[in-house]
């Protein structure tokens, strides 16, 4: 199972008046309750699997502190705890999460430029992508050795 839903609601992180409890009810239900919901629902059949797997789509805003909003990153924040206590309580099933840093996808439209110019600290020198994603998203699927870890795939932007 891969939850790999998100939402955010950009907010300079020091607008704290902007971060209503109506903003923090949404990035908490999309980005913590939603993998919750999900994996709770799929706990039998993953533990029945002989290989039960589950991937976490995190952000490395959730590692950072920092990101399109302050709401946005503890959700992802507490997505990585989420992911570390259920590798623990759906044992064996191996559950991990794939924490992209800027990837230029639609979420960028209009804002490229600054997307671009945010990517360009990362210390290789191309942007991730979405096929990067999947391929760390494959590689601790097809792993059997990794549980309750969180995967960067951020060029190095983190370093």
């Known amino acids: 199972m891969v939850d790999n839903a998100g939402a955010t609601v950009p907010l300079p992180l020091d607008d704290l008046d902007g971060a209503t409890d109506d903003v923090w009810r949404q990035m908490l239900a999309v980005n913590l309750m939603a993998p919750w919901y999900c994996a709770r629902a799929g706990a039998d059949d993953l533990r029945a699997a002989q ?5 976490n789509i995190g952000s490395i805003a959730g590692l950072t502190g920092s990101g399109s909003s302050l709401p946005y990153a503890v959700s992802k924040s507490a997505l990585h705890g989420l992911t570390r206590s259920l590798a623990r309580a759906l044992a064996p099933v191996r559950v991990n999460e794939v924490a992209p840093g800027l990837v230029m996808t639609r ?3 209009g804002n490229e430029e600054r997307g671009r110019e945010l990517a360009s600290a990362a210390l290789i020198d191309r942007e991730t992508t979405p096929e990067d994603v999947a391929s760390a998203v494959l590689g601790v699927v097809a792993s059997r050795a990794i549980t309750g ?3 960067v795939v951020d060029g190095g932007q983190t370093l």
């Open 149 to 151: 870890q969180t995967v």
């Open 107 to 109: 979420w960028w439209a």
């Open 51 to 55: 290989d039960g797997v589950v991937v």
